[in-house]
């Protein structure tokens, strides 16, 4: 069963190709540069012997989907173990991701008390014949998902059915779907539920976790980085943009899922603690030559560009010291000649936006 066709539908378990069921598989679960996978530093780092072995350890699923589970000593269970761990109803199938100390801290990190009683619990070690079902129905997965989208359209239902998950006994089968509206799908379920005679489970996600399933190559030419990193999704608004002095174009600022981009919050705190020195837009400078309007900060080199109130369209590039000295003057009506002075450049504004997003094809040519 180690076919290509297989390998693709545990690629998004943390596997390198499908599990045999008649073999180890200890070279099955890979470590990649993914957001699911950790790294043991606590790996090497012995337990005093009077501590008792943290009773919890990590399990995988598919695709963002990991739990914590207690299990006993006597399973003995390493990363990349294949285990049936309780579900509700019958039992599921998952790979260990992690084990020892460093759990706890993962529990706690996300709010999870390793002392309450609706953790469940891991059954065994995964049998030949857990092994072999839970292949039979993970080979299901995209051919249910097809289905269920023409079901869904036939009814004419405005949601979109991202994946499918079934269940490691073949008795539960998970849609995870999309919807911008709240959608009546009682008639769905009892389609789907002749259908593929199982039982279904609906959940709705949001369209940063569908972008995160189905990942994608955003605008930087990287991968998404809600499908290799990021875990949290933040809420993103345009002051975000505004606070970087970014262009506010709804196509340069929206990312695969049509939302904001997630990376506009990245350096968005630095950018409020930059323009903390700089003065308020609304200040404007007075000189005996005129009165100056703010245009501009350029933050990375602490620059703030003015024009005169009389000739808009030239642009004076003022350091940011300097401004301040300005506006000391002012406040003991004390007032320049010029801002010619306190100027590092002089600049004139172009009447013209590029809509296109493209530069000059020359740009790349060298000056004679």
């Not at 090497?44 to 695709?63: G, L, M, S």
């Not at 995209?142 to 079901?151: C, E």
């Not at 009389?310 to 003057?329: G, H, R, T």
Request: proline share 4%; with cysteine.
């Amino acid at each position: 069963m180690n076919t290509n066709s297989d390998n693709n539908y545990f690629l998004s378990r943390g596997c390198s190709q499908a599990p045999d069921s008649h073999q180890k598989n200890d070279n099955v679960y890979k470590h990649n540069c993914s957001k699911l996978d950790t790294y043991d530093w606590l790996k090497n780092i012995p337990i005093p012997e009077t501590q008792a072995k943290f009773d919890c350890i990590e399990i995988r699923f598919k695709n963002s989907r990991k739990e914590f589970y207690r299990t006993v000593p006597e399973l003995n269970l390493i990363v990349g173990d294949f285990v049936a761990v309780e579900a509700s109803p019958g039992h599921d199938i998952g790979i260990v991701s992690l084990t020892g100390e460093l759990v706890r801290l993962q529990m706690k990190k996300k709010n999870v008390n390793p002392k309450s009683e609706e953790i469940k619990k891991v059954y065994r070690k995964a049998r030949p014949n857990d092994i072999e079902k839970w292949l039979a129905a993970t080979e299901l997965e995209n051919p249910t998902m097809l289905k269920a989208r023409k079901i869904a359209a036939d009814l004419k239902l405005e949601m979109k059915i991202n994946d499918v998950e079934y269940q490691g006994d073949k008795t539960k089968v998970i849609f995870y779907y999309t919807a911008e509206e709240r959608v009546d799908f009682r008639e769905l379920i009892k389609i789907f539920a002749e259908k593929f005679m199982i039982r279904i489970e609906m959940r709705q996600i949001g369209v940063r976790q569908e972008a995160c399933r189905l990942g994608g190559i955003g605008s930087c030419g990287r991968e998404l980085c809600c499908s290799t990193w990021l875990t949290n999704f933040c809420s993103v608004s345009t002051n975000s943009a505004r606070n970087q002095q970014l262009p506010l174009n709804p196509q340069k600022l929206a990312g695969q899922c049509g939302k904001l981009k997630c990376c506009l919050n990245y350096e968005n705190d630095c950018y409020i603690d930059a323009l903390k020195e700089f003065p308020s837009k609304n200040i404007n400078l007075k000189t005996k030559k005129g009165e100056a309007i703010h245009q501009k900060n350029d933050l990375l080199s602490k620059t703030v560009w003015y024009s005169y109130i009389d000739d808009p369209s030239n642009l004076l590039a003022i350091p940011l010291k300097e401004v301040w000295k300005i506006i000391e003057l002012n406040k003991k009506n004390n007032f320049p000649e010029s801002l010619n002075g306190f100027a590092k450049t002089e600049g004139k504004i172009e009447f013209f936006e590029n809509a296109v997003g493209q530069d000059d094809l020359t740009r790349f040519d060298k000056l004679k």
